[in-house]
Each structure stands twice: as structure tokens, then as C-alpha cells.
């Protein structure tokens, strides 16, 4: 599928889905309330909406056209939109935790309003998710969700405490993700195999997708904040070097260093985050002679090739041929995208 064609499609089905939310939302509170205001500025800024759209993909994938077990298309779209729910909840959560004043180029809710509006969003979204996840997907859906969310909350913690000790180890740096980003897509991928009354072995090879997917996205964000475009990206190239991040290009350029040179970066950690981003041009530079940007690129492809690997034996006897291989391809351009992006 070629990018264009791929870019159609995710505009249509993101416009679905906001028709999906926004009727879902009406049934939930009053439309004339500051709730309302919060939620339809937070939820309705341009996101893709690719983690319900995985949900969907997983289940068209998986079911059989006579699998008495599979949900109806309108139950499945409101279990999807529990992970765009679930999503905006954890940015409106992080907003608050960083002090965040933008997002997507827009005032932050807890600009706009208060901290104690995003909070408050947040968790009734948290609130609604676990709901339809309940009432539209039963109580596997809901299992999956929970796991998935306080994988996130307990992966915060990691992230803080390895932050106060500048742990610049690899497997912290995955291991925070795996709970931050990769845990929340995986369990959206897995919910549509549930959704579809898929088998034990297709709930595996689509959770390795997603997570595999997520962990990618990062390690691609992480590049595109010393490499990307400000004017494709929206926003200002070294934010993780100016805040001090141990990001993935960072971690690689450490192990890679000679002595003097690791120290020179190890210093650069340690002063002011003005004086730090004065040094990017430098660091950048580093970075790309030592080989990082490409490791970390490598290292993305990887996960993407080993994921997506596991889906060709997921098409179900029964099937709708035309439907499942659309779903496939889609799924193989959402991979490529994610490698390729440049915002």
C-alpha cells in the first residue's frame, strides 16, 4: 500500500471514529457542560486515532465469517474507541506532570483550564474506557485494558526513578517503554483477536505486533527529536538533550564513545538545560560519525520485521478473504509509516 493511499485511508477511518466518540460522548454527559469543553479540546485536536484503528484491523484480521463468538461491527467500534479514551486520559495526565503548556500546536488543557480540569478529564476518560471496555468487549477486553494500564502507571515510576539516578541502561530504557508506549497498542491489537473470537496463538502474534509497533514508534520519536524537521515535526528539535533524557541515541552514544568522549557527554548531563541545548549541533554530530542514528533506525526495523513476521499465520480458514487481506496490508503500511514518518 502505497503512503498516499495509506494517509486516505487513515483520514477516513479517523473520521469514523470521531463520529464514533463524539455520539459516545453525547450519551455520556451534557453537551453544554465544561467537561464537554475539556473533553472535545482534548479529544478532537487531529490525532490519527491508530490505536482504535488497530483494535478494528486485529479483529478483521482474525474473525471468521461464522464465528458465533465475534462481536457486531458497531460493539467492536465502541471497544475500540476505549484506547483513543485511554490514550488522550495518560496525555492529559502527562500534561500536568511536565507542566506542559502545548500539544499539537494548541494550549494544553491545564493551560487553558487548570490542572485540576486535566486530572479530572483524564480520569473520567479512564472511567468511560473501562466502561465500554466492560459493557462492548466482556470481561477479557477489560482484563487486557487493566494490565495495560497500570503497566503505564508503573512504567512512570521506572521512568522517574531512573531519571534520578541517570540510568543509562538499555534495558531500562525498554523497559519503560514496554510499559509507557508498547503496552497500551499491544493490548488494542490483542482486544480485536478477543473481539473477533480469535485463537490463544493469533492473540500472541497480534500482542507482538502492537507492542513491537509501539516500541518502534519511540525509538523513531527519540531520532526525529536530533534529526527531524521543526517544520514537519511541529515543534523544536533537543528537547530530550535539553531536558536531559536518556533516550535510545543517547544511550547507544554512551556505549559507543572512547573514554574521553563519554566524559564529554557525561558533562554535558550535568550543566544547565539552556547551556545543554547550546551543545546539540555538536552532539548531533557525534552522534551520526559514531554510527547511533543508525543503529537506532536498525533497531527499529528489526521490530517492525519480527512483528509483522508473526502475522501471515493469523488468517483464519474461514475468513472473508478480501477483508482480512486489506486488513494485512494495512497493517504491514501502518509498520512501514512508523519507520518512515517525519512528525
Known amino acids: 500500500m502505497k503512503p498516499a493511499e495509506l494517509k486516505k485511508r487513515l483520514a477516513a477511518e479517523a473520521t469514523r471514529l470521531d463520529r464514533v466518540m ?3 460522548l453525547t450519551t455520556a454527559i451534557k453537551a453544554d457542560s465544561t467537561l464537554a469543553a475539556v473533553l472535545d479540546h482534548a479529544l478532537f485536536a487531529g490525532g ?20 458465533p463468538e465475534a462481536l457486531p461491527p458497531a ?3 465502541r471497544l475500540a474507541i476505549a484506547f483513543e479514551y485511554l490514550h488522550a486520559a495518560s496525555l492529559l495526565h502527562d500534561d500536568v506532570i511536565d507542566h506542559a503548556r502545548l500539544r499539537r500546536g494548541r494550549e494544553t488543557v491545564n493551560t487553558r483550564w487548570a490542572n485540576e480540569h486535566a486530572i479530572l478529564a483524564g480520569d473520567f476518560l479512564h472511567a468511560r474506557a473501562m466502561l465500554l471496555a466492560g459493557t462492548a468487549g466482556g470481561i477479557h477486553s477489560l482484563e487486557l485494558i487493566g494490565i495495560a494500564t497500570q503497566a503505564m502507571v508503573e512504567s512512570e515510576f521506572i521512568q522517574m526513578e531512573a531519571a534520578a539516578r541517570a540510568d543509562d541502561q538499555e534495558e531500562t530504557y525498554f523497559k519503560v517503554l514496554a510499559g509507557k508506549t508498547a503496552a497500551l497498542i499491544a493490548a488494542a491489537c490483542e482486544c480485536g483477536v478477543v473481539a473477533a473470537g480469535g485463537t490463544p496463538a493469533q492473540r500472541q502474534a497480534l500482542h507482538t505486533y502492537g507492542a513491537n509497533l509501539g516500541l518502534a514508534f519511540q525509538i523513531i520519536d527519540d531520532l526525529l527529536d536530533y534529526q527531524g524537521e521543526p517544520t514537519a515535526t511541529g515543534k523544536a528539535v533537543g528537547n530530550d538533550l535539553q531536558e536531559g533524557k536518556m533516550s535510545l541515541p543517547m ?18 548531563l550535568t550543566i544547565s538545560p539552556a547551556e545543554r541545548l547550546g551543545h546539540l549541533a555538536a552532539v548531533t554530530l557525534k552522534m ?7 543503529a537506532c533506525r536498525n533497531r527499529a526495523e528489526e521490530l517492525i520485521k519480527t512483528g509483522f513476521a508473526g502475522l501471515t499465520g493469523c488468517l483464519p480458514p474461514a475468513a472473508p478473504a478480501q477483508k482480512a487481506a486489506e486488513a494485512l496490508a494495512l497493517l504491514g503500511a501502518l509498520g512501514r509509516y512508523v519507520l518512515t514518518r517525519k512528525r
Open 22 to 24: 463524539r455520539d459516545d
Open 48 to 67: 490519527k486515532r491508530i490505536r482504535p484503528l488497530l483494535t478494528i484491523l486485529a479483529a478483521q484480521l482474525t474473525g471468521s465469517a461464522d464465528n
Open 75 to 77: 460493539q467492536l467500534d
Open 251 to 268: 544511550i547507544y552514544a554512551l556505549e559507543r564513545a572512547a573514554p574521553a568522549q563519554r566524559d564529554w557527554l557525561r558533562e554535558i
Open 288 to 294: 551520526a560519525e559514531s554510527g547511533v542514528f543508525t
